[in-house]
């Protein structure tokens, strides 16, 4: 009910606006406080707090509607100010259209909300909670997409004749970084979900790569005379789709597979020979292709050497596991942010592509974080808190295999604290052989009063 009060009272903030789209950009114009509070509360509802709401809302914690409300309250609050500001003025984008499908996207969804807080009207529950679900689960990536969308026209990038071509990075960054964020999950909650099915990780990457494999063949080249470009690009759709025909073959019956790895190194690989007009693009694109290719060589190392062609034992995720994801959250990063206009921009600028590069890794970083965060927030909240106590989701424990233990080494022993007597005695017993100290029930104890020989000085 919260949410709805909120959400009605600051209606009218969302809707009353005047907003009079000039033809063009003039950047002599300064961004003034207004739109940079717009786009900062912005980032960080649709970034950060939507997300954290929804993943409550899965686990079903009771912190998940207070979380919504004030997220709710914060987004009509930037709506406004984002109709409002003085300063630059923008012309219409597809950044504006968006926020409009947006605010009647989140309306409905606070509309849900709020009917199955009511608990009435039993026979109607059962659908709108199958609509309230998936559309809060769509949030992160309607926010995402919003995100992008508001730095291009920040930005003045993607209009005209450059729409395809942002399109194109825009599309394939993002999706490296969902398939990272879908390996993450499915390394720390996936297990049982895999083996309940009878697939493997690579069964399910395979006939994603074949399906867009199949879409990219088809797409990239626009009409009109080929040129290296489209070549490239359409070839790498036949890439994926053979390589897809083929995982899915050796995925089969729950096998694991080295094929999607495979293909994320020869994607790698022709993105990092892919030139460019602009030296510190051509630099970027191969810092992209590198980071594909070292992905790729992990995941077949982590796959073959590290889990020897068996599932992740879940939840005990080993460190090394991270690096696939993580590298292709960089990959997709670079790639997002390696636009004609991107670049121009950046040359113009003076920037190197050293520095460039390590604020996508920065970036990188945080879009990790949040990926990783949000899936430990869902296994020890609401629900799911009382298993988080039985193991730590996202890290594998260290234990002592029955017959490595040094019954000589320090961690045999409980020792006693520095300077006392006791530590005194047993120092003492090492130096002439007669330690008093035994071990019982295979723990680490020390009984000072079994002993009988004495301290020998």
């Known amino acids: 009910m919260r949410a709805a009060c909120i959400a009605l009272l600051l209606l009218p903030l969302a809707l009353g606006h005047e907003h009079h789209a000039p033809a063009d950009i003039d950047p002599k114009v300064p961004i003034d406080w207004m739109l940079y509070t717009h786009m ?20 079903k914690s009771r912190y998940h509607v207070p979380v919504q409300a004030v997220g709710v309250a914060a987004t009509l609050a930037a709506n406004w100010l984002g109709h409002k500001h003085g300063g630059r003025a923008f012309p219409a984008s597809v950044h504006g259209v968006m926020a409009k499908i947006l605010f009647w996207v989140l309306m409905v969804q606070v509309a849900c909300g709020v009917f199955l807080r009511l608990h009435v009207l039993d026979t109607v529950r059962p659908w709108v909670r199958r609509l309230h ?26 209009r005209g004749g450059e729409i395809n071509q942002c399109l194109a990075h825009y599309i394939m960054g993002s999706a490296f970084i969902g398939y990272a964020a879908i390996l993450v999950i499915m390394l720390n909650l996936g297990g049982g979900w895999l083996q309940s099915r009878g697939w493997s990780q690579e069964m399910l990457d395979s006939c994603v790569i074949l399906v867009w494999g199949i879409i990219n063949t088809f797409t990239e080249h626009q009409g009109g005379p080929w040129t290296h470009k489209d070549m490239q690009h359409t070839m790498m759709g036949v890439l994926w789709w053979a390589g897809g025909l083929l995982g899915v073959f050796l995925s089969r019956r729950g096998k694991r597979s080295f094929v999607p790895a495979v293909i994320i190194v020869m994607t790698g690989w022709g993105m990092s020979a892919h030139e460019q007009e602009l030296m510190i693009s051509s630099k970027i694109h191969a810092m992209f292709g590198y980071a594909l290719m070292l992905a790729g060589v ?4 982590e796959i073959c050497f590290v889990l020897h062609d068996a599932p992740t034992p879940s939840p005990a995720v080993r460190v090394f596991q991270h690096l696939p ?28 592509h050293v520095s460039y590069a390590l604020f996508d890794f920065a970036l990188s970083f945080l879009v990790y974080l949040v990926i990783s965060f949000l899936v430990h927030l869902y296994a020890n909240s609401g629900r799911n808190r009382a298993h988080s106590d039985e193991a730590e989701v996202g890290y594998a424990k260290l234990t002592q295999r029955e017959g490595e233990l040094d019954p000589e080494g320090p961690e045999a022993f409980e020792l006693a604290e520095a300077g006392s007597d006791e530590y005194e005695a047993s120092e003492a017993s090492h130096l002439t052989g007669d330690s008093d100290a035994v071990k019982i029930g295979g723990q680490d104890e020390v009984d000072w009063m079994q002993g009988t020989r004495g301290l020998r000085l």
Do not use: H
């Not at 900062?40 to 686990?59: K, R, Y």
């Open 133 to 158: 679900g998936p559309l809060g689960m769509a949030f992160p990536i309607l926010g995402w997409t919003q995100i992008l969308m508001g730095v291009a026209t920040a930005l003045g990038f993607c």
């Open 298 to 301: 992990l995941r077949v190392i």
């Open 325 to 352: 994801p993580y590298l292709l959250t960089v990959s997709g990063i670079l790639f997002i942010s390696a636009t004609n206009e991107e670049m121009k921009n950046a040359d113009a600028l003076g920037i190197d």
């Open 40 to 59: 900062a509360v912005q980032t960080f509802v649709w970034a950060l707090l939507f997300p954290i709401g929804m993943v409550l809302g899965l686990s």
